[in-house]
């Protein structure tokens, strides 16, 4: 299955337009290598998505062609989600 179509049908980004765009910024890994949309998402892989406040890594666990809603969590397990501090606003107590 296509990197971009697994992200969008697993929800993890809502439209395959934007997965491919996050995809294309190399802000996608996959088994800790660089990946293009279109690369291929198998059983076990590791794929590491940079979002602009967080990072995630998940571990892919199933390939469904059109998963419900309440099926998507079950494609893959969260191993990884680091929020990001933003230094430009210090935190104050």
């Not at 395959?16 to 996608?28: I, P």
Request: hydrophobic share 35%; net charge positive.
């Amino acid at each position: 299955m296509r990197l971009d179509k697994f992200l969008k049908l697993a929800r993890i980004i809502k439209r395959r337009t934007v997965a491919k765009e996050v995809t294309d910024q190399g802000r996608v890994l996959i088994n800790q290598h660089p990946a293009k949309s279109g690369s291929q998402v198998k059983v076990g892989d590791q794929i590491t998505i940079d979002f602009a406040n967080k990072e995630l890594t998940i571990e892919v666990l199933a390939l469904m062609d059109s998963p419900k809603k309440e099926e998507a969590s079950s494609m893959y397990k969260i191993h990884l989600e680091k929020y990001k501090t933003n230094s430009a606003y210090p935190e104050f107590y």
